[in-house]
Structure formats: structure tokens, C-alpha cells
T-cell receptor, first 112, second 119 residues
């Protein structure tokens, strides 16, 4: 399959700390996206990184992509209680490809 | 900010019944998708739709499933005869046209989902 694993499966940290989540995949990709899902809710798009990019920032989010290792990481700095959610990576094999393949997700809990 | 909407938020049905899940994609988007998430599992791609036809579908999307864009705003997923294993959260998504002919942009915007419970 296209998608590998995300780790950790669950992460619990104190408010203000940084949270790092990792995603691995198995095939070549065109881009990788990170989504957030609050409990029982929809998926919110966070950031997209293309295969020719190594790092991208958006506010408190920093995403890295290592295509040689087929892995990506999502760093959330200065975490807040509102960051508590599940975080998923999703890969796409082609530009404009219409199928996203999701990972299992990391459940992040921010303790006040 | 424009968003994808879905109705109903929760649907309960008896096994064997037909259900229709409804979605209103973002108005200027041309590419539409359905995904599902069984409780505790990954989000799985079901089908993509463009120019009034299916452009890609997964193995999950068998003859029991169909999609339709009945008018200029709605996008529906029909399950003809529901099974217990169809119980899941169903997400609709849409994306806007990219620069190439027939190519969507890469970002898909998801709706809040419809929780389908088959008894």
C-alpha cells in the first residue's frame, strides 16, 4: 500500500511544549499533506509540502519532508490546549492526483 | 470562509435499507470526493468525481455505491442496500480546478462528515 505508519500513535504533553509527530510512507509521492481532526469532527487542512520541498512553515507549524527516507514530520511549537486533536498525514502520488492516502494518525493531547 | 457542508450529521438505518448522504461542496470547486472512516481506523478514499463522471474509485466502492451531482450545488453518495460494515463516518471533500486542463489543485477541503450507523 502507499501509506506507512505514523508515530507516535498517541502523544501527551504539557501546554507550551513542542509536539512532534512523524509519518512514513512507502511509495514515491508528489505531495504530502497534514490534516487535523477534532474528536468526531471533520478534517481540517493544515499544510501541504511537495516532493521537491524539504521544509515548510505556517504559523506555529513546521513540516519537513525527507523523500530519501520516505518520511515527514509535523512540529507544533508552543502548544495550546486547543491543539488537542488527531493529526493525519495524507499522500498523493501525482500532481493533481485525486486520491489521498491517509495514515493512521497521531492522537495529541495537550494538558493545561 | 467557504466550507463544505454535509447532511445529515447522523443517520441511523436498518441493514438492507438505502441511504443517501448529501454534500454541498465549495461553490467554485469542480472536483468532488467521498471518503469514509470506520471508527478507530484510517480515513479511506472511496471515489472522486469530475465533469459529471467518476474519475477514480477504490475497491471499497462496489456496485452498492453510487454518486451523483443532481444539480449545480449538491453531491450525493447513495448506498443501495446497507450492511453492518458500512457503519462509518463519511466525509465529502472538494477541490478547485488547477492550472492544467482536467487537473485539480492538490488541497482537498473536507466537510464535517455524516456518521452512518447501520443496525
Amino acid at each position: 500500500s502507499q501509506q506507512g505508519e505514523e508515530d507516535p500513535q498517541a502523544l501527551s504533553i504539557q501546554e507550551g511544549e513542542n509536539a512532534t509527530m512523524n509519518c512514513s510512507y512507502k511509495t514515491s509521492i508528489n505531495n504530502l499533506q497534514w490534516y487535523r481532526q477534532n474528536s468526531g469532527r471533520g478534517l481540517v487542512h493544515l499544510i501541504l509540502i511537495r516532493s521537491n520541498e524539504r521544509e515548510k512553515h505556517s504559523g506555529r507549524l513546521r513540516v519537513t519532508l525527507d523523500t530519501s527516507k520516505k518520511s515527514s514530520s509535523l512540529l507544533i511549537t508552543a502548544s495550546r490546549a486547543a491543539d488537542t486533536a488527531s493529526y493525519f498525514c495524507a499522500t498523493s502520488r501525482r500532481r493533481g492526483a485525486q486520491k489521498l492516502v491517509f495514515g493512521q494518525g497521531t492522537r495529541l493531547t495537550i494538558n493545561p | 470562509e467557504p466550507e463544505v457542508t454535509q447532511t445529515p450529521s447522523h443517520q441511523v438505518t436498518q441493514m438492507g435499507q438505502e441511504v443517501i448522504l448529501r454534500c454541498v461542496p465549495i461553490s467554485n470547486h469542480l472536483y468532488f470526493y467521498w471518503y469514509r472512516q470506520i471508527l478507530g481506523q484510517k480515513v479511506e478514499f472511496l471515489v472522486s468525481f469530475y465533469n459529471n463522471e467518476i474519475s477514480e474509485k477504490s475497491e471499497i466502492f462496489d456496485d452498492q455505491f453510487s454518486v451523483e451531482r443532481p444539480d449545480g450545488s449538491n453531491f450525493t453518495l447513495k448506498i443501495r442496500s446497507t450492511k453492518l460494515e458500512d457503519s462509518a463516518m463519511y466525509f465529502c471533500a472538494s477541490s478547485e480546478a488547477g492550472q492544467g486542463v482536467g487537473a485539480p489543485t492538490d488541497t482537498q477541503y473536507f466537510g464535517p462528515g455524516t456518521r452512518l450507523t447501520v443496525l
